[in-house]
């Protein structure tokens, strides 16, 4: 499968909030509720065709394995102490990828227009919705039409 092929929903539900708790554990919402968490990225669809999920594939069925065997239940049943054993486990043992993933992670999540917002960025870049321009009466313009073409 190549990497424009694969898309989130390609996941299986568990493996879906997997992956948002693995950003949201890079990442976390701010408490205030001001700054969100990684899994915004997902939501936004800056991640859908994004060679993440074929790096995580793997260690997604790992986790799941990990949850089933050391706690006896599904990792959608986990609670927040569980999930954060499992991901800094992950972390040890993976400290290469994780680190590299994180990186990746961090460097998309600090362009989004949402979160640059949130920490007071004024200057956001203009695409890809363009340089937005206000509309105004072009009859302003009328003189200049009229005179036609000048050359030097």
Same mark, same amino acid.
């Given at each position: 499968?190549?990497?424009?092929? =694969? &898309?989130?929903? *390609?996941?299986?539900?568990?493996?879906?909030?997997? =992956?948002?708790? =693995?950003? %949201? !554990?890079?990442?976390?919402?701010?408490?205030?509720?001001?700054?969100?968490?990684?899994?915004?990225?997902?939501?936004?669809?800056?991640?859908?065709?994004? &060679?993440?999920?074929?790096?995580?594939?793997?260690?997604?069925?790992?986790?799941?394995?990990?949850?089933?065997?050391?706690?006896?239940?599904?990792?959608?049943?986990?609670?927040?102490?569980?999930?954060?054993?499992?991901?800094? *486990? @992950?972390?040890?043992?993976?400290?290469?990828?994780?680190?590299?993933?994180?990186?990746?992670?961090?460097?998309?999540?600090?362009? %989004?227009?949402? &979160?640059?917002?949130?920490?007071?960025?004024?200057?956001?870049?203009? @695409?890809?919705?363009? %340089?937005?321009?206000?509309? &105004?009466?072009?009859?302003?313009?009328?003189?200049? !039409?009229?005179?036609?073409?000048?050359?030097?």
């Amino acid at each position: 499968m190549s990497y424009s092929e =694969f &898309v989130f929903n *390609d996941f299986e539900k568990e493996e879906q909030i997997i =992956f948002r708790e =693995f950003l %949201n !554990f890079i990442i976390p919402p701010g408490t205030d509720g001001r700054m969100p968490g990684a899994c915004c990225l997902i939501d936004q669809y800056e991640l859908t065709y994004s &060679v993440f999920f074929l790096k995580l594939s793997k260690e997604i069925k790992q986790i799941i394995e990990t949850s089933c065997s050391l706690y006896k239940k599904k990792f959608t049943g986990l609670n927040s102490a569980e999930i954060s054993f499992i991901f800094n *486990d @992950f972390k040890i043992k993976n400290s290469g990828m994780f680190n590299q993933l994180a990186t990746e992670i961090i460097q998309y999540y600090y362009t %989004n227009i949402e &979160v640059l917002k949130a920490i007071g960025v004024l200057s956001i870049p203009p @695409f890809p919705d363009g %340089n937005l321009v206000e509309e &105004v009466d072009l009859l302003l313009l009328e003189q200049v !039409f009229l005179k036609g073409r000048i050359y030097r």
